[in-house]
């Protein structure tokens, strides 16, 4: 039995399909954001994976793709975890489907 | 008992291991027997000695404490007390594991462990001696600081979980502590990450060993950084602030008793000792001192610096009062932060300069000391005079008495004006402080 | 040495700012109207000869046909004393008149009076009990907050052996 | 890869990435889902280490679960009002088809393709090389990141900034 | 934590360890910040007011050990000294002198514990205290030399004072005062200049001299503020006209004030104590009391029935906490009518709320401690 690049991306469309969902599906705002770092997730997994197992004159590519992801996640989660506590002071509820007003 | 190394190897009890391993391989076992059984041996033997420091240690800072306070300390159970952490391990397993109602049972239980095993796993990495080390990762320091942050996320579950406000108090202010402070301490670690052009920890001490220069000497303030947010990240005083016991009873753990509350205990110690491992390995030269590993075992060296470093901290908890938050956060951003960043921006240059002009170490290596040391000293200073900090204007002041301020006379006063008396002192104080 | 303003003195004083303000005057204390009290306190805290900027003490006290509230008041600047006093007739609904306003200093005091004596402080910002929990039945520090068996007051009449005690001729 | 000790490390992994992923979903309470997200953030590090990918493990590590999870916690426990459950929307039936069809689709296509491999084995030492990269070939995204970086933190300051400082600032 | 939050309320106490005892400090937090304070106590009303009133005059000294219990010397002196006046009684001399010197040694004893517990709230870890205990030990010995009690003396008497000193007790406290001196240094240099307790204890609680005087606080805390008004000077009772000693005052009257003044006034003590045992005159320690006045005919009275004139006295002196006075009405009967204790840690919490909201937790408690309430005389 071996471990190949098939069981890395079958892992990560798993991840990404659960991640979709959640970004999707959940009432709660920060529900949503977890869904969208999963995704994330997934998809550097899939970097890194494709890093490993791919022809390619850099290789190390995948990573440094990944790294670049992680900061923009981290970015991403810090700007809307402040919006996530903004809008919970302005319209006390952080419910995605109370949102939809378009305005504060 | 071939397998036991001669006595000279005892100095790197790796290779007894290593005789052991063989020894396996001779008698046939595949391939990863050994390497099981290596495992084994390291994660046990670190856990026992673990254990069996820390168990120590309380009985040690007990007493060094008491002696700081002019009390005996435990004196006993057993002789000299020596079997007090032993009975209070076993009044701590023996305790009531009590859940309060409200909290959330699964992290309430969840929480102790999970702070426990970061700082178990960061023994692994720590080179005890030159063959001594569990796992030798290429990316060693950057795994140090990652385990470490699994810390946050456990205290905040364990303050959480608890459902005491005391509690949550004190998972935050952990938690603000430990992101503030983990950035010092990354930027700490990096300068001698520069100097050494290496993550691997086994690398760094043997840069050391090589250029017979403790990395301490080279980086005056890189130590003080990562004496004080390591201070932070195990809550001794003077930043114990996230289990202050005179402001929010014990923090995150306040809910927590018997075994429960032993496991924190331990970790808390645990992590004190991975701390002092770390600044051991980093700083202090890891196993090696100057030639004086060939004659003592290397490990010996490793444990007597580690306890020398700890010791550290037991004496700021008997000494140092402790910060407020907001003191402690400016002390992190203001103060360390904008220091470490210049220091990193410094070391960088000389690394920079010594490679480019190919100078040899002798004549290098003194040079930058120096010039460190110069630039600790004078930045340190500079910024904090800057800050408004400082000795002159930090200094407490003095009781006036009156006989400084003019005797009060007490006149009865029958219907006179108001005559010399009690407030005139309030404003002869600020006549004074005017002309000042 | 504090000079003592004598209950006399200061209901002089008192009588010649705001007529009318003194009810009684005894030497141990003047004894104010309750509804003059907040301007007899201000012109006691403000007056440049008196200067009673310090509420030493304030308590109340049972004198079973009524209660009375007691001010000590200092002035640190003088170094004087002086005592004051309101009287309160009504045994069921004791009212006096809050001087929070004047001194903030009498705001646990009068939490205290009127948790352990009663006395309901008009004009207070929050008055609660405050050693006691809410609800507590009466205010123990009444003359008849405990009456005991035999319809005997509280209170120390006679020892055992004295006439009138009960073990009278024994002692 | 298909040495023992990998292939037992990537399936308990993979079933422990993939089970608290589900388990994120499947949660009532939010504070556990985050939990189980770090989990699962924990459990894709052990599978960049099966890949090799030391740096990228390590750096998972730090960021999502000791950086980004916390901020979710923070996030929750700073909307104390808001709702701690972890429910779906009217949206839940659609999105769930939706994305079983997407993980089918992603999956078959990762199967299917004939993906030009080329078995080199694992990395040594990805971080000096990653360093080297970052600081060559990408230096023009990495200062663009950093940028990024300092615009979001810039951006959050403003965001949660009091309202007072905000009035003040205008004023 | 500059995250606007939902306001929280925290009970620090009644079981807390920096709140003194059972004390309770109900605070709303917005983060770590206090937006409103709330005092509960009452945990530990015994109603002595009550209880005294059941009680004869003498029978009621040892509660007056009860209710500051830290400082049991100033509480019963205070309240003989109500009693005297109300009785018109004179203390003989030496009774006087021996008590400037047990209520300097006790103020010392509870500086001592205030400070230590202090340096405690400002997160000293037990060490300062410790060192301070090792003092407050000592002037207990004397104590306990003198009246065989160390915690609740009961030493003072109506019109003087339980017992003489033994003959070993001046030589004793002698060396004592050899050895205070010294110390009080090592605990200047231990905390006055350090930098953390300044940092934590500067620009904290202040109070103005005006606000420490409309909230009627007493003690250390009014002369921190800057307002030079020792009783002990102003009013002089006992002995202390007779001898020379400063006044400390504090410049700012923030919680660090509060500190230096209270260490400089243990200086004083000292001063205080060194004159006193010069001077201390021999004779009699108690004064005739006018108790056996049996009417004729009458059965004979109880012996210790002292039956004070109708009227009503207030006494006041300086006790190590502020201003410590008993107020006695007297009916003629022999239990006092209404017994009122002016107590100053009740009152010098009256501008807690003023000087705790807009701090942190960590600053409340510091002030807390600087106020430094005994719970027994808080709840009574």
Redesign the interface.
Known sequence: MSVDLEHYLVVGAILFATGLYLALAKRNFVGVLMGIELMFNAANLTFVAFSRFVQSDDPLSGHVFVIFAITVAAAEAATALALAVLLYRVRDTIDVDRIDLLRW | MTFLAPWYDLRDLGNAVQALLDRIRDWGAPDWVPYAVSSLIGAVGILLWVVLSVLAFIWIERRVVALMQNRIGPNRVGPAGLLQPVADALKLLLKEPITPRDADRILFWMAPIVIFIPTLVIFAVIPFGGRMVLADLNVGVLFLIAIATINTPAVFLAGWSSNNKYALLGAMRTIAMLISYEVVQVLALLAVVLFAGSMRLGDIVAWQQHYNVWIVFLQPLGILAYIISGAVEINRSPTDISEAESEIVAGYHTEYGGIKFGFFYQAEYMAGFAIAAIITTLYLGGYTAWGLEKWVPGWALFLGKLYAVFFIYIWSRGTLPRLRIDQLMSFAWKFLLPLSLVNVALVGAEVLVWDETGVSANVALPIIGAVNLVFCLVAVVAWARLLGHGAGRQRGRRALLTKEVGVIHFEPAEGASPGPAGIPAAQALRRRSGQA | MTAVLTGLDIAHRIEEQSPGAVADAAPEAATIVPARLGDVCRYLRDDPGLRFEFLSSLTAVDRLEYFEVVYHLESLRLNLITVIKVRTFDRDNPVAPSVCAVWPGANLQEREAYDLMGIYFEGHPDLRRIFLWEGFAGHPLRKDFLNLPGARMAGLERFPGEPGGPLEGRG | MDDTGTVIAFWLLAVITVGSALMIVAVRNLIHAVVFMMVSFVGIAGLYLTLSADFVAVTQVLLYVGAISVLMLFAIVLTPGGSRDNAETFLRLPALALTVLLGATLAYVAIDTDWSLADRGGFTDTASAIGDALLGKYVLPFEIASVLLLAAMIGAIVLVRPEASIEEAEE | ??????P????LGPQ???THGVFRLRLT?DG?RIIDAD?V??YL?R?M??LA????YTQNIPFTDRTDYLAAMTGNLAYVMAVEKLMGIEPPERALWLRTIMSELQRFASHCMAIGIF?????????PV??M??DREKILDLFEMACGARLTLNYMRIGGVSRDIPPEFIPAARKLMQDLPRRLAEYESLL?????????SRGIGVLT??EA??????GPLLRA?????DIR????YAAYDKVDF???????GDV??RF??R???MR?SLRILEQALDMMPSGPIHARLPTATAQPG?????PL?LRPPV??A?A?IESPRG?L?F?L?SDG???P??F?I?SPS??N???LK?MTVGV????A?VILGSVDIVVGEV??
């Open positions: 934590m500059t995250l606007k939050s939902e929280f309320v925290v009970n807390h360890p920096s937090l770590e005092m106590m009452g009303h109603s007011e009550k009133e059941e009680r004869t340096a405690n709230d400002c997160g000293a870890w037990q060490t410790m060192h205990f090792r006055l200049d350090n930098e953390i307790i300044v940092a934590r001299p005006e005087m409309a909230y009627s606080v007493s503020s800057g307002v030079a008004w000077t102003a009013d002089p400063d006044i400390a005052v504090g410049t700012s660090y004030d230096v003044v260490l400089a006034e004083q009458d059965a004979p009275v109880a029935a009227g009503e207030y006041r201003e006075g107020y009405v009967g022999p239990a009518f209404r009122h002016r009740f009152i919490l009256s501008a003023k942190t937790v960590a600053d408690i709840d009574r």
